[in-house]
């Protein structure tokens, strides 16, 4: 398996290096946006990879923009990465990598929360309310919401952290029409998602999607699309509320930083030990396997 933590296409013109995706111009039109291994939790890229974590990342966006495609167009050309890279690159792309249409992002991330769960929680606990929408009272940590909560945020610069915004908030920024498309698409794309998770014995307690407009101001959904990073998965049999469920992604990471008294979730990122990485690395290859019945193709 080809771990790769920082790619170095030297054949295309690099756009730039995010928290885990490293984008390169192809063209005017297209961008080649490669999933390293890289993990990022706080908003704090971490030191050591994830080997195949880029891997699973990318194929998992692969199979829900198929299985999703019939609800809004995706970022997805269809051109096979290793066609536009030097011959001697094609290992740095092969099974992580995709050609995607180059749109124009709107920077509103569109979150959709099916449980309670996280920063939910947190809210909740302090205000009763998750961004401003009131909730019944006496819900305990990982219940199930009545209906999904559509809670939008603020894209944040590379190291800071998305900031929670309200409806109103997001429909200044993008417009309202622009802003209830988004909302209905987000709350369907969830619920069709949730819906086939289910048959696979997965729970998607909540999940973000990223838009960008082509040309023609036609939406898409770009980025990632239900990844262990965009998303908490929770094993089915497993899961119980009133407490933090076992989950298929990152959160393994996340609870392992939250033991670190010394830490502020700030740059420099603490050291993983060699466990957490490996028990990691199994949740992701446990995750595409479970949800589409086969193993990671590398």
């Known amino acids: 398996m080809n771990s790769l933590y920082q790619s170095s296409i030297k054949s295309l013109p690099l756009l730039g290096h995010g928290k885990v995706r490293d984008n390169y111009a192809v063209g005017d039109d297209k961008i080649l946006i490669v999933t390293t291994d890289r993990l990022s939790a706080f908003d704090v890229v971490m030191n050591e990879p994830i080997p195949g974590k880029g891997m699973v990342l990318n194929q998992m966006s692969d199979f829900w923009f198929e299985k ?13 990465p290793e066609s536009v890279v030097a011959a001697d690159e094609v290992e740095q792309v092969k099974g992580r990598a995709v050609v995607a249409k180059r749109l124009k992002p709107i920077l509103v991330e569109a979150v959709v929360r099916g449980y309670i769960i996280g920063s939910g929680w947190k809210d909740y606990q302090a205000t009763g309310s998750i961004c401003g929408i009131e909730l019944p009272a006496g819900l305990r940590q990982a219940d199930k919401l009545p209906e ?23 429909e200044e920024r993008i417009g309202a029409e622009l802003a209830a498309k988004m909302r209905a698409i987000s709350i369907e794309l969830y619920r069709t998602a949730a819906d086939y998770a289910a048959t696979r014995g997965i729970i998607i307690a909540d999940t973000k999607f990223e838009f960008g407009l082509d040309d023609n101001g036609v939406l898409h959904l770009m980025d990632e699309v239900l990844t262990a990073d965009s998303s908490r998965f929770w094993p089915a049999d497993s899961y119980a509320p009133d407490m933090s469920p076992p989950s298929f992604d990152k959160q393994f990471v996340r609870d392992y930083l939250e033991t670190l008294k010394d830490w502020n979730k700030a740059p420099p990122a603490p050291a993983l030990p060699a466990d957490v990485i490996n028990k990691t690395q199994a949740k992701y290859f446990e995750a595409i396997e479970r949800l589409t019945g086969e193993k990671l193709k590398v």
């Open 68 to 80: 999703l495609g019939h609800i809004v167009p995706n970022h997805l050309t269809g051109v096979a």
């Open 148 to 170: 999904p909560l559509f809670t939008p945020a603020a894209k944040a610069d590379l190291g800071e952290h998305d900031e929670n915004i309200s409806f109103a908030d997001m």
